[in-house]
């Protein structure tokens, strides 16, 4: 059991790890398939925009919980509201089952550009294929993701955290850029950015506002309970509301970015749907070993993808454990073992359900969207709604003051009384609107 809790050592190894969480498989992998699947520039719009009002508010709700109990999420709530917990760390593991079947995709393709250094094959373009073709090659790769950061974990807070994160960020930002300049001196750039950027309401759906809102959550790492933990470890000379604003604004920056990459290379090959879950693993691979230096370029790219979900793997799983470990009296060795093994298990249900229940297509698609689509946008949607709720009424007025305003700062008075207003009464009138719309979506379709 960890008997004192520690601290991030500077600020900067909190806005890393932060960061770290956010910015994963869900700027790049998530984000393009999402906006393809809601028709583009609408909801591209109203992704931002409920980013900066639910997703920045329930960040700043979030690490709040955290910094002022020092507690992970489940102790953080009171009574009443342990359910809105529990049901984050279940989410957790359900998320994580199918989020390191992806994470094991981006490391399938690390080790596909080192051999392909070695011996040249041209066998990226078919590579994604014969993944999702064998889930025994899936169901290895898994494994060897949670060991890694299994192993991670059990390292501890400060060794754990702050030593990957340092190294990944800057690396892959630098690397998405120089991607970024090559895929928009595309012909279909024009076209991409159109897509992304003019939006044409007509195409938004019944969904779209709850997918957006989920999308929010995932991408902010919000509703896991993950910020929770992270703001416990936060020492109180921190400005929670500052930081939020920065990790939000570093965040969506990423997933936009990432769209300007996936999409002009996606349009121009024309043959992937952009609705597909494989949108970025077969636009970006094949167009990465095209250019000059491809085969170099695409192995740097792909292992800072792949300790990009490392990193946001470990955060969830650091979260399951922190709480399991301030409950139980489960060790935090034994804790985190199973905690894998758990995931690990049902990682080999998603894998493997087409197989043994022949379950594995749904109205065409696949196991794992059919769980992302469950867990993004009906329960997270859910526990953002519990958490506004616990956060407006189960903590003091006086509290929740004492740590957003800062004296020095005149406005931000005012920004508090519309931060209470959002958790107590926007954020909970629009995920149920949203809800109540996904819903007659559903009855209209039958
Ligand atoms: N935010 C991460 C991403 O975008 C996913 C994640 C969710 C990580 C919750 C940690 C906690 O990929």
């Known amino acids: 059991m960890i008997s004192k809790r520690?601290?991030?050592?500077?600020?900067f190894g909190f806005y890393l790890a932060?960061?770290?969480?956010?910015?994963?498989?869900?700027?790049?992998?998530?984000?393009?398939?999402?906006?393809?699947?809601?028709?583009?520039?609408?909801?591209v719009l109203l992704y931002v925009l409920l980013v900066l009002s639910l997703g920045l508010s329930m960040m700043i709700a979030e690490l709040m919980m955290g910094q002022s109990t020092k507690k992970s999420l489940l102790v953080s709530l009171t009574k009443e509201y342990r359910w809105v917990g529990r049901l984050a760390l279940i989410l957790s593991i359900a998320v994580l089952s199918y989020y390191s079947v992806i994470s094991g995709w981006a490391l399938h393709f690390s080790t596909v550009f080192l051999v392909e250094i070695f011996s040249p094959s041209n066998n990226v373009a078919t590579s994604m294929g014969s993944l999702v073709s064998s889930p025994w090659l899936q169901a290895g790769l898994v494994s060897v993701h949670l060991l890694f950061a299994t192993i991670v974990v059990l390292k501890g807070i400060e060794e754990g955290l702050e030593r990957w994160t340092a190294w990944i960020m800057p690396c892959f930002a630098f690397l998405l850029l120089l991607l970024v300049f090559k895929s928009l001196s595309l012909p279909s750039s024009t076209e991409a950015m159109r897509f992304l950027f003019y939006p044409d309401f007509?195409?938004?759906?019944?969904?779209?506002?709850i997918h957006a809102i989920g999308h929010v959550g995932f991408t902010l790492s919000i509703g896991f309970g993950t910020l929770v933990t992270f703001g416990s470890y936060l020492n109180q000379s921190e400005h929670i509301p500052t930081a939020s604003f920065r990790i939000t604004l570093i965040d969506t920056v990423i997933s936009l970015v990432a769209g300007l990459l996936i999409f002009p290379i996606a349009i121009g090959a024309s043959n992937s749907p952009l609705t597909d879950p494989r949108l970025m693993f077969e636009a970006l691979p094949t167009f990465i070993a095209s250019q000059p230096g491809g085969r170099i370029f695409g192995l740097a790219f792909f292992v800072c993808l792949y300790l990009a979900a490392l990193n946001a793997t470990i955060g969830l799983i650091e979260n399951v454990v922190s709480n399991w470990v301030d409950r139980t009296r489960w060790s935090r060795k034994i804790s985190t073992w199973s905690i894998s093994t758990v995931i690990f298990l049902l990682s080999l249900g998603t894998l493997f359900s087409s197989q043994i229940f022949r379950l594995g297509k749904f109205e065409n698609r696949s196991m794992l969207e059919i769980v992302d689509g469950i867990v993004v946008n009906w329960i997270l949607p859910f526990i953002i709604l519990g958490m506004s709720y616990a956060m407006a009424r189960g903590f003091s007025d006086s509290e929740k003051r004492r740590i957003f305003i800062d004296p020095d700062r005149v406005e931000s008075g005012s920004l508090y009384t519309y931060w209470?207003?959002?958790?107590?009464?926007?954020?909970?009138s629009v995920i149920l609107f949203a809800f109540f719309l996904q819903i007659v979506g559903l009855i209209i379709s039958n």
Do not use: D, Q
Not at 26 to 40: C, Q
Not at 202 to 209: D, H, R, V
């Open 420 to 428: 209470v207003n959002m958790l107590k009464w926007a954020i909970p």
């Open 6 to 11: 520690g601290t991030w050592k500077t600020k």
């Open 18 to 43: 932060a960061v770290g969480s956010a910015a994963g498989l869900g700027n790049l992998w998530r984000f393009p398939y999402v906006v393809g699947e809601n028709g583009g520039g609408a909801f």
């Open 202 to 209: 007509s195409k938004l759906t019944w969904g779209s506002l």
